[in-house]
């Protein structure tokens, strides 16, 4: 889906196409059924995934009111209103039930306990795709995850530019440099 395709309101965040289409396919979402998107923004992520995979149920997390209403406009843009519930809060929140995929676009300087509560919410093999342009959350966030039980960790600079018009030619205008972490929930073993 292209960015343009989405309605903005005010200065809400918006996960840009590229980074999008690189974050949903590390989230491989074909065969999830619930999946939380915290730090919404636009709800461009929890969106496309919905109209993208027909069975999936989205949780959007967001805290602020601007951007809650940017997702309800594109939630009834898009026609999936209906699979895509806006929680208007704060990560982390009371959450019942398991989840198959958590997205953090957003964390508020709070990644270290958002971090915990996505993990306790997901099935074991259950993905987490973490998205940063800040290097402090970034470093706190992989020291973080390596202390887990997570499988299949990988972390990814995206940096994209796109062609923009100047005069009578043409530049690449950079976007801001995207880090994009990902990992599957380990599975528990037993004792005994």
């Not at 939630?75 to 997205?103: N, T, Y």
């Not at 205008?173 to 599975?187: A, E």
Request: charged share 20%; glycine share 8%.
């Amino acid at each position: 889906m292209k960015d343009s395709e989405f309605i903005r309101v005010e200065k809400v965040p918006m996960t840009k196409q590229e980074v999008r289409a690189v974050s949903l396919d590390k989230l491989d979402l074909q065969f999830a059924r619930r999946f939380v998107d915290v730090g919404a923004g636009t709800g461009s992520i929890g969106i496309e995934a919905a109209v993208k995979y027909p069975n999936l149920h989205v949780l959007a997390i967001e805290k602020k009111q601007s951007a809650v209403s940017a997702i309800e406009l594109n939630c009834q843009k898009f026609d999936c209103s209906e699979r895509v519930r806006i929680i208007p809060h704060e990560a982390p929140c009371d959450l019942s039930g398991k989840v198959d995929a958590v997205f953090i676009g957003g964390s508020g300087g709070n990644i270290v306990d958002i971090i915990d509560w996505a993990l306790s919410l997901l099935i074991p093999k259950g993905r987490l795709v973490l998205n940063f342009i800040l290097q402090e959350n970034l470093q706190t966030a992989l020291a973080h995850l390596q202390s887990k039980n997570i499988e299949e960790f990988e972390c990814t600079q995206l940096l994209v530019s796109t062609m923009t018009s100047l005069g009578q030619g043409s530049y690449f205008k950079p976007n801001n440099p995207t880090f994009i972490l990902s990992c599957k929930k380990g599975v528990e073993h037993a004792s005994g």
